[in-house]
């Protein structure tokens, strides 16, 4: 098994940054045959949403509502990935995910890290 375990979450006010990390371990070989790496977030109330992926050879997508403003890396050797927010909003507030996957195989998923922008 793998797994994950994110940081980084906090109180912030609008305009603000933070920065998410995630961590990996556990099976390496499970590890090393990853495609790609995701967050995810999910307010009250709502259904989780797509917030960004990132392959093993850094294509990155990202949802359009967090276009320009988040940044999704990865560190294949520290089994890390990471989401950089900026110009946050009070929108933005929810609890983030990260995902691990194998497409078509299997997928790990983190507890979730809080995060709240004051307006």
């Known amino acids: 098994q793998v797994q994950l375990e994110e940081s980084g979450g906090g109180l912030v006010q609008a305009g603000g940054s933070l920065r998410l990390a995630c961590a990996a371990s556990?099976?390496?070989?499970?590890?090393?045959?990853?495609?790609?790496m995701a967050w995810y977030r999910q307010a009250p109330g709502e259904q989780r949403e797509l917030v960004a992926t990132?392959?093993?050879?850094?294509?990155?997508n990202y949802a359009d509502s967090v276009k320009g403003r988040f940044t999704i890396s990865r560190d294949n050797a520290k089994n890390m990935v990471y989401l950089q927010m900026n110009s946050l909003k009070p929108e933005d507030t929810a609890v983030y995910y990260c995902?691990?996957?194998?497409?078509?195989?299997?997928?790990?998923w983190g507890q979730g890290t809080q995060v709240t922008v004051s307006s």
């Open positions: 995902s691990w996957y194998r497409v078509g195989e299997y997928d790990y």
């Open positions: 990132i392959t093993v050879g850094g294509t990155r």
């Open positions: 556990g099976n390496i070989f499970r590890i090393k045959r990853i495609n790609a």
